[in-house]
């Protein structure tokens, strides 16, 4: 092996960057390793032969000290799938040729799930050809939905970013003599993690959120309104978490409708506060969380960071011990004291597959998080990172645009 | 002078708490003062004699570090317009006997431009019937919008949020190939205040906020469209910051229009994310800031919050010293160092008034801020509070929700 290559995939999160610095930290430290090539717009970036040289961009300590707090992805991103082998050989060819031309001996792939399907593709393809290119993939995503990991880079600092947000959203509600409803839409179109995770305040002695809906649980708006109801006899200010992915009637989704000016154009948030209005007649807001939930990286949390890091650098030992078509997890050891292990999977088992909240975690009624639950999230959002800032504002690294293209 | 009362009142913000730990801490230190009693949902309180001894509530100095850190308003609050005297002289007579009642000397109002009418019926009504109790306003809102005083405790944490999370935006924003435009509502129906203040992050380099749009500049539609086109020819991923009050047509407005499904439920900047998509046809999202914008004590301002205090301090000076009917003011003295003075104003010349932007502000286009114009803002966003934290959360102090009726 003498170069390496790295990309970046998917939406954003906090640690996607934290992870490109554990890659990029650890092969500073190998002899093995040479370069390090940074791949603009994930695959797209070796399919075009559009590579930096990441020591180039990144210079210095502080460097690396900045992109852990800096959200996104750095190198840009892609959603381009990678179709088959026998479809469309031709791109394989162009990935082969780039990484032959770099020499390039291992790439790393950092993403969720269509990432961790490229790198499945990838590592079949190079084995099929006989390159020596080893592929490893670095899980991230908020949604937290990727299997046989504990939990994925990018979920705990969303978390974190939730459960802040609505404890202050709690004591915004809650100022006026009239009883209220806030609806706070959160990001997670199949599973429910992130939504699930605000019960985090629970374990604060909140009583809010008083209720939690997640698309594991099948929704009907009669039950949800008689579930207001009754909250709004226990709780002058009633706080209701929803994941933007539960199924509600006549096709309400999130954004982009273009049948413009005649129809719902807003999420489901918007959509629970109108049926409110209508049915119950009370004060009621919505709330999207809209990309803030994912980018939020003054509000990182420190477990997450250094995880992702951490998962990075683990990637790069798992490439230079002869492995590939691997991609890397967390396994949870213990809640308390929190305890994981870096281990690594078969891509093939992570790719294009989902992992749901278990049904264990979700009470009788379907309608919020068990107390138990709590011991899965915590750990996850603890800690915080010592921000760097400038002019009073938390400090990004970021590579011209013009590098992206 | 033996007792005083204290009451919080409009929209939470970051700072109303500390402004209350203000009054109450002074009230401590000073011998002619014996009990503090806090109004239940701002004038509200005194008019139904519902009151609190906050020593009752605030036991500790821990607590007070709490209700420094804590958003919105721990006494409740109210949207309550005291009528005129003429019109409602029981109300008058019910707020006197309440006073009266707990043999209270002096009244401190901290809130927006209501309450500061409020200040000046009061302390007028007060004078006319020869009841000795001073009332002083101790100003707040996040839209700085109050005249005399240079800038309103609230407004610092509240454009730290802002810049902040615009910058954030600006990260998630750029990572794909394929051009963008991102449209950010603020808060701010008449005064541009807090949308102009995002364009600090031009202070750092960035280029975005690109466009930033004030309800002090009468909008079109076409311009708009010729300026997101212009930006467009030179970034990639456009960022857009617009004000909730600029006026569009037919009556597009946040939030709640009744009519149930069949007209738009949103906001300007969903409705600036539809005219985008319809008539330049690119990638398009919109993100209102919500509530989040006002109560993300998180992310508050120290030279703010600690400001919030001094000026609810100096409120009980102010009152001990003899005057009433007046507003407690920031006079700035200088940008570099800033450097301020707190005064007092008559009630008179700020309730009711509105400050708008200055137009110097403004550049000649009305799309965005002069760069002279960061050395207002910057100074108000500088500092960061240590954070409390539980479970990872920043904690909060709270009531019990009973007392809050």
Redesign the interface.
Known sequence: MTNIAVAQSGG?TCAINASLVGVFREALKVSEIDAVFGSI?GI?GIIDNHLVDIKTIITSNEDMELLRQ????VL????YKLPDWNDQPEIYEKIANTLKQRNIGAFFYIGGNDSMDTVNKLSEYFAEIGLDVKVIGIPKTIDNDLCITDHTPGFGSAA?YV???M???T???????IPSVTVVEIMGRHAGWLTASSA??H??GETAPHLIYVPEVSFSLEGFLTDVRQQMSK???VIVAVSEGIEVPDGVQS??V?N???????GIG?YLE?VI??EIGCKV?S??L???Q??????A?KTDIDEAEAIGAAGVRCALSGKTGKVMVFRRVEDVPYTVVIDSANASQIANNEKFLPKKFINSSGNNIRDFALDYF?PL????INLI????????F?IH?SV??
């Open positions: 954003p717009n797209e800096t959200p996104s992805t840009g991103s892609c959603r974190k459960a802040t947000t404890h202050e959203i004591r915004d509600s809650i100022v006026y003599s985090v305040l374990a604060m709780h002058k200010a954004g982009e273009d413009f000016g005649h129809k719902y154009l807003s918007k109108d209005r209508k807001r709330i999207e809209n990309v803030m994912r980018c939020s990286s003054h509000l949390s915590l959002i603890q800690g915080d800032t400038e002019k009073g504002i938390p400090k990004h970021a645009e992206l293209k």
